[in-house]
């Protein structure tokens, strides 16, 4: 009984976290305390936990590589944090919300780091699978990131 209830409630603070980090992510770009808050919360993070939590781990670490000062620390959090993400990534290839945020990472990404080779894959894998999502506010997440996107056209946004 008590392995019954420890499994529950590790299963509830796992969807809750989950769910805190989507609702934050989309707000970090333009706000660099979210981005510190999402970068202590998931400083734990490991391979070994949620997939969707560690890529969004690298994720942010790009995110702060935007605001450190040093060249040095930009360059070592933006390493980071891409190989994390591509880690995650090649753990579950097949994993719509690794891609979208591979694709939000790529897409804002300083065009001199080079790192945007996988935007039209993940552009092309998103707009495949995107009716299969079952979770509404992972939806709703996505669906607005393609709303204000550059990379998909006007007729691709419409058509979701």
């Known amino acids: 009984m008590k ?3 420890l499994g ?19 707000k970090a770009k333009d706000d660099a305390s979210i981005t510190n808050t999402l970068a202590e919360k998931l400083s734990g993070i490991s391979q070994d936990d949620a997939i969707e939590l560690y890529g969004y781990k690298g994720a ?10 040093a060249v040095k620390d930009k360059k070592g959090f933006f ?3 891409v ?3 591509e880690a995650a990534i090649a ?15 790529q897409e804002n990404a300083p065009k001199i780091v080079k790192y945007n080779d ?5 552009k092309g894998f998103i707009l495949d699978h995107f009716t299969e999502i079952k979770d509404g506010s992972l939806k709703k997440m996505i669906r607005n990131y393609i709303q ?13």
Do not use: C, H, Q, W
């Open 3 to 5: 392995m019954l209830l």
């Open 8 to 26: 529950f409630l590790s299963f509830i603070a796992y969807s809750t976290s989950l769910d805190e980090v989507r609702s934050l992510y989309p």
């Open 60 to 69: 942010v670490l790009t995110l702060k590589a935007n605001r450190a000062k």
């Open 79 to 81: 390493k980071e944090g």
């Open 83 to 85: 190989s994390i993400l």
């Open 91 to 105: 753990s579950e290839p097949g994993n719509i919300e690794l891609r979208f945020i591979r694709l939000s990472v």
């Open 118 to 122: 996988a935007i039209d894959s993940d």
């Open 148 to 160: 204000g996107s550059k990379v998909f056209t006007d007729e691709e946004k419409s058509a979701l």
